[in-house]
């Protein structure tokens, strides 16, 4: 057996070294665009994938989110609950919301929307909301009777067009708000908040105190208790010590929360960057294995003249499988320079959407070993089959060419 891989290994290196450096070049740059198919499209999924749960980190639910249990509307020891959360070690800061419904009148115009009421100074260690105000300003601990409105109902942000909006509200304007309730209150517009996702620029924000007297609360109730750990990646560790700290209600990580939502949207990119895996991968198998029949059928004498002079059947199919491993490394070689250098360039330069929300691709070294694994597998075994054919013919017939 020995003998035998030293005799293929040969064989193979000469093939190499008379072949044709030009259609060697071309073949290992086609096989290196291959490759970037198989890993530089789920990179960019896993940039867009990345960037939509730090949506969902930054501002619904942030690293832990704690919701009523049940059918209650609220969770009605809120503070307590924040005391405990608190207390917990690698917990960074938390802080209670509150969230219901209601439309905002506008000069006839009319939008519903998700009205949040919050802390505000806690909020600048919990979410992004104070830093995306892109008219006017956040709001304060004394801010009453005023209201942050997202770009896209203000119909000031990218995306307004599509949905209903109040007709481009500027900050000190006045709008009517109808709570669920149907309490109507009068605020003014202290800021536009644009975070070019419609979680964010489709709902408003107002201080906790505000929701609290339109539904007549006493201050201790909340529909969430926002969460930020110290170290990402402890979410789950976290959330176990809340509930040993004697937490009763539900728990959810970032990641629980936002892949229901974001599921079905990566569910169908990953369809597509499976179908993209397998038309890469069979057409690197067909491409080795056109270049290999083309190859043994050009030297199919030589072939039988080798089995001739006592070069065994294994040797031969060993050669061409040294052969089609040598190409396929080579391309993946290429391949990987090409994508290591594309994904250099979008970290420095990431794909921009409404002018904010940029993309960078996330390289998974897991990836990088399947799709390498996966290749080389399915390559070297189409190389083999050519040979191994030609190599069980008779030794007159394959010198005859028959």
């Not at 560790?237 to 040993?244: L, P």
């Not at 072939?303 to 396929?328: D, E, H, M, N, Q």
Request: net charge neutral; charged share 20%.
């Amino acid at each position: 057996m020995i003998n035998d891989i030293r005799v293929g290994a040969l064989i193979a290196y000469c093939s190499v070294k008379r072949g044709n450096k030009k259609t060697l070049i071309f073949i290992v740059f086609v096989l290196s665009l291959i490759f970037m198919n198989l890993v530089f499209l789920p990179s960019m999924i896993g940039g867009l994938s990345s960037l939509f749960t730090g949506f969902m980190q930054d501002y619904p639910y942030g690293d832990i989110v704690i919701e009523p249990t049940g059918d209650n509307t609220y969770i009605n020891n809120a503070d307590s609950v924040l005391s405990k959360v608190r207390s917990v070690e690698g917990v960074r800061a938390a802080t209670k919301r509150l969230d219901v419904g209601a439309s905002i009148n506008h000069k006839q115009k009319v939008v519903g929307v998700t009205i949040t009421g919050m802390l505000p100074t806690e909020e600048y260690e919990i979410s992004r909301y104070p830093y995306i105000i892109s008219e006017g300003d956040f709001l304060s601990d004394l801010s009453r009777d005023e209201i942050i409105i997202g770009a896209m109902i203000a119909g000031t942000g990218f995306g307004s067009e599509i949905y209903d909006n109040l007709g481009e509200v500027r900050p000190g304007a006045f709008v009517d708000v109808t709570y669920s309730n149907g309490v109507k209150r009068i605020y003014k517009v202290k800021g536009i908040m644009e975070g070019t996702f419609e979680v964010v620029d489709l709902n408003a924000l107002v201080h906790y105190k505000e929701i609290e007297d339109v539904y007549g609360l006493e201050g201790k109730e909340a529909t969430s208790v926002v969460v930020r750990v110290k170290e990402q990646g402890t979410e789950a560790q976290i959330q176990d010590k809340i509930r040993e700290a004697g937490v009763n209600e539900q728990i959810f990580t970032w990641a629980d929360k936002s892949e229901s939502l974001i599921r079905q949207a990566m569910q169908s990119m990953g369809a597509i960057d499976t179908m993209s895996k397998i038309v890469s991968l069979i057409v690197g198998a067909a491409l080795v294995l056109i270049i290999i029949y083309i190859n043994v059928l050009n030297r199919k004498k030589e072939i039988g003249i080798l089995k001739a002079v006592g070069i065994t059947p294994r040797s031969i199919v060993l050669s061409y499988a040294f052969l089609s491993t040598f190409y396929v490394s080579l391309g993946i070689s290429a391949g990987l320079v090409l994508y290591l250098s594309l994904m250099l360039y979008f970290q420095a330069n990431p794909v921009t959407f409404y002018e904010t929300m940029q993309i960078r691709p996330t390289i998974d070294p897991v990836l990088l070993v399947q799709s390498i694994a996966t290749m080389l597998t399915l390559s070297v075994i189409a190389g083999i089959l050519p040979a191994w054919s030609v190599s069980r013919e008779s030794i007159l017939k394959a010198i005859w060419g028959r």
